[in-house]
């Protein structure tokens, strides 16, 4: 309704004229609220007007009738007075004529009574009533003489006929009087009638149109807030839609204005920014189409420099094998710890291109997982039978911590061992003095394995570095310690391809000890 009022109707030109005044919406809302109070006002003004009115009106009905029965009133005195004049004729008594003037001094006070207010007819008909009352009471006087000095007898007809004429002309008078008071009274309550008539078509137009000027007020102000809430909701919808080009139109020249103008400069920068987005997600996929080239490219390099470098060193570490086993013959005392020299840091050159070689796989996706059953006791114990000689030259206590009743589990032992290796020859690496130990449990469905020591720690901002590739927590820990930074990394990616996880606690000159969990059989669904 409010819609098609709007489309249908000259409404919509006021509210577009609302909107368009120079003012807040401040203003513009107590401007509404103060005509819709005058409303309020003039209707109870015109109420209070109603009312005195019909007081009034009530005041003069009330005395109209007062007058119509003091008029019904002097027709009965003189009634009664012409009775008894005719009552002293016949009985010849002067107690009649008390009786007359009693009714004469009633008539009379009821005659002052309702010429006190004068009323042009009313008012000469009073004057005319007075002057026959006088003559009227002429007679009366006559008679009273008439009797006192017993001459009644002679006189009896003339003043008969006389009082009888006064008193025929009195009462048409006053006649005319009631019937002119009630023809005053009477047209005094149809005047009251069509008053009221009046008055309540007025106050029913009054009404109607306060309610109707209020309705149109509200109606106005609230759809010049209503339609730049619409048009701005609307905006909004496109805007996140991503159509940065739309843009609201409205005519306030209020808040509304001014949020529109705020509103479409935000979508003309949203709209630079929309630009500069697309260009720069279009320079992004460049860069990271180079990016998986370069890898690629670095991938394949760190794989095929892998292959051509173990060639020769395997052939070297053969050579100087054989040559310390005695296949060439009886080897000089002072060439068999060079040689064992050689075969050391050759196998330890060995281990660093495997690590390059696998990360290179993982890399590439070509690093598959060789499944089997494979018992906890015994990859730990390995792990350490290989590292121990490590711990006696340092002179760590090198122990393991197996929980009981582990069951057969199954992953890729291999890798699982190279993850406990790089961990625990880490720990070596940085444990001075103290001990360093490995440990396994089976929590739930879950194995987790830890290995913990005694070493230099890693201080807490640095945690987060420490399973990155090519880094290490420190560069003064590099030239001390040796080491590529791959380990970690390495084993990092071989414990997510079993579907577990790796973190580590640690704390500066304490130690440090790092977890890491695995299903209890890959590959297999939980029992």
């Not at 992004?284 to 690629?296: G, K, P, V, Y």
Request: with cysteine; hydrophobic share 45%.
């Amino acid at each position: 309704m409010a819609a098609s009022a709007l489309t249908r109707s000259p409404v919509n030109a006021l509210v577009r004229w609302v909107a368009g005044i120079r003012a807040s919406l401040h203003t513009k809302l107590l401007a509404a609220f103060g005509i819709v109070t005058l409303l309020f006002v003039v209707m109870a003004a015109f109420g209070v007007h109603t009312i005195v009115e019909t007081t009034e009106q009530a005041r003069l009905l009330d005395l109209a009738h007062q007058r119509v029965d003091w008029s019904q009133q002097i027709e009965q005195a003189l009634a009664r007075q012409m009775q008894f004049s005719v009552l002293a004729l016949l009985s010849q008594d002067e107690a009649a004529i008390a009786r007359i003037l009693r009714e004469n001094n009633r008539f009379n006070e009821l005659l002052a009574k309702l010429d006190a207010v004068e009323i042009g007819e009313q008012h000469a008909l009073v004057e005319q009533v007075r002057v026959s009352q006088d003559e009227a009471m002429s007679v009366v006087a006559d008679i009273a003489n008439a009797i006192r000095d017993r001459t009644l007898g002679d006189v009896t007809g003339a003043l008969l006929a006389h009082q009888e004429r006064l008193d025929a002309e009195i009462a048409a008078r006053v006649a005319r009087l009631v019937d002119a008071e009630q023809r005053r009274m009477k047209a005094l309550r149809d005047s009251i009638a069509h008053a009221n008539r009046e008055l309540l078509v007025t106050t029913a137009i009054l009404s109607v149109s306060a309610v109707v000027l209020a309705w149109l007020c509200g109606f106005v102000i609230s759809w010049s807030i209503i339609l730049p809430v619409r048009e701005a909701q609307n905006f909004l919808d496109h805007v996140a839609t991503g159509a940065f080009e739309q843009r609201v139109v409205l005519p306030n020249r209020d808040e509304f204005g001014a949020l529109a103008e705020r509103m479409n400069r935000m979508s003309e920068e949203l709209q630079k920014l929309d630009r500069m987005k697309v260009e720069a997600a279009s320079e992004l996929a460049q860069l990271n189409t180079q990016l998986e080239r370069a890898s690629r490219a670095k991938s394949e390099f760190l794989s095929n420099m892998s292959h051509e470098l173990r060639t020769p060193l395997n052939a070297i570490l053969g050579f100087t094998e054989m040559m310390v086993d005695g296949l060439y013959g009886e080897l000089p005392e002072e060439l068999k710890d060079p040689l064992n020299d050689v075969q050391t840091n050759g196998r330890h050159l060995l281990r660093l291109i495997n690590e390059v070689l696998d990360l290179s796989k993982i890399e590439a996706g070509r690093m598959e997982l060789a499944l089997g059953d494979y018992s906890v006791q015994e990859l730990v114990a390995s792990v350490r039978v290989a590292l121990r000689s490590l711990a006696e030259e340092k002179g760590l206590d090198f122990r393991i911590d197996v929980a009981d009743g582990i069951p057969i589990a199954r992953g890729d032992a291999g890798r699982l061992t190279q993850c406990l290796m790089n961990l625990a020859g880490n720990a070596l690496k940085f444990t001075l003095r103290g001990e360093v130990c490995i440990g396994a449990a089976l929590q739930g469905d879950e194995l987790v394995y830890r290995v913990s020591d005694t070493g230099i720690g890693i201080a807490p901002e640095q945690i987060d570095n420490v399973f990155a590739e090519f880094r290490q927590v420190d560069a003064t820990v590099t030239r001390e310690f040796g080491g590529t930074g791959l380990g970690l990394s390495i084993s990092k990616k071989f414990i997510e391809m079993h579907g577990g996880r790796i973190w580590v606690e640690s704390r500066v000159g304490v130690g440090s000890t790092f977890f890491f969990s695995v299903p209890l059989r890959v590959g297999e669904a939980a029992t």
